[in-house]
DNA sequence: AACGGAACCTGAAAGC
DNA sequence: TGCTTTCAGGTTCCGT
């Protein structure tokens, strides 16, 4: 599920529930998603502490805490932050439990579920390698064209797989990519050299429309899940919704891919072959 | 250095 | 009904 757009709205949720907040009991005996720290690191360095912020890069969160550290949270594939009572059973799957207080509230327990435990939690007080790695956020810094241009010209991977490269554009990732491209007309397996300006342009428009429409849906249906809105993910086989031609479905470094062969138009690199010294 | 593919995990859904 | 296979929206590691 976590793509930016879950992201962010897990972002905006921590923020009511952690921000001014001050945490008083955190629990995980989870080694994989605490890793490289030991799960004795919760109870150590978040007791006491309080949220200043809480920030999102690409798929990543961030709580600045008082004392200059930070959390850092990556959803995974399957993982998801909810608000409970306190008292409130230990839900299926869950990975770790902070419970906070704050002056003008009732006191809440905040819990991470993530039934694949691909997720990470990290605290550290210093910086983060994984977060450094992230590429401009479509939302935070908005999409440059000349460079998005000028990285797609250097790669040899189809667009699709370069756009979810994560130091490229932080936060796109497969749905995100696979309606981008649909709604920007142009064939996920084309080659990033290939593409012309206007293609990038078509793109960039592309990405900002699926990730707004994304966003909107899914404020619209918390708490509800929404099924599935999206126009040709997870949609093989049926019409396109443009223009009725039945969606195909290919594999495109290892992910499922889904796309209009007749209104996605295809790139191939022109003229002879391109070397470098 | 860049790329494809397997590995890491679990559970839901489809297939038999 | 129940067992098996396939697939999943992410990242990382390994061999070529």
Redesign the pocket.
């Known amino acids: 599920?976590?793509?930016l757009p879950?992201v962010e709205l897990a972002r905006r949720r921590l923020q009511d529930w952690m921000l001014g907040a001050t945490i008083v009991s955190a629990k995980s005996a989870d080694r994989?998603i605490l890793r490289p720290h030991p799960p004795s690191i919760l109870k150590r360095s978040l007791l006491g502490r309080s949220v200043r912020a809480v920030e999102r890069r690409?798929?990543w969160l961030r709580l600045r805490l008082d004392d200059g550290r930070n959390v850092y949270s990556?959803l995974?594939?399957t993982g998801r932050w909810l608000r409970r009572e306190p008292d409130a059973p230990r839900e299926?799957?869950e990975r770790v439990r902070i419970d906070l207080v704050r002056d003008d509230w009732p006191p809440i327990s905040v819990r991470y579920v993530d039934?694949?435990?691909?997720g990470r939690l990290v605290v550290t007080g210093k910086s983060f390698p994984?977060w450094e790695a992230l590429g401009p956020d479509p939302l935070i810094d908005g999409i440059r064209l000349r460079p998005l241009a000028q990285a797609l010209a250097s790669?040899?991977?189809t667009v699709k797989?370069a756009l979810?490269d994560?130091s490229l554009l932080a936060g796109v990732?497969?749905?995100v990519a696979t309606e981008a491209l649909w709604y920007g007309r142009i064939d996920p397996r084309s080659t990033g050299q290939a593409l012309s300006y206007p293609d990038v342009k078509r793109i960039a428009r592309g990405l900002r429309t699926a990730i707004r429409k994304e966003l909107a849906d899914l404020e619209a249906s918390y708490p509800e899940e929404l099924p599935?809105a999206f126009r040709v993910y997870g949609r093989a086989g049926e019409p396109c919704p443009r223009c009725r031609s039945p969606l195909s479905r290919i594999v495109l470094?290892?992910?499922?891919t889904t796309y209009c062969g007749r209104c996605q138009e295809r790139r191939r690199a022109r003229g002879g072959r391109r070397r470098r010294a």
Do not use: C, L, V, Y
């Not at 039934?115 to 691909?118: G, L």
């Not at 470094?253 to 499922?256: P, Q, T, V, Y």
């Open positions: 599920m976590p793509e879950d994989r690409g798929k990556h995974g594939m299926q799957a039934p694949r435990r691909f994984e790669t040899r991977r797989e979810m994560q990732g497969n749905i599935d470094g290892g992910r499922s």
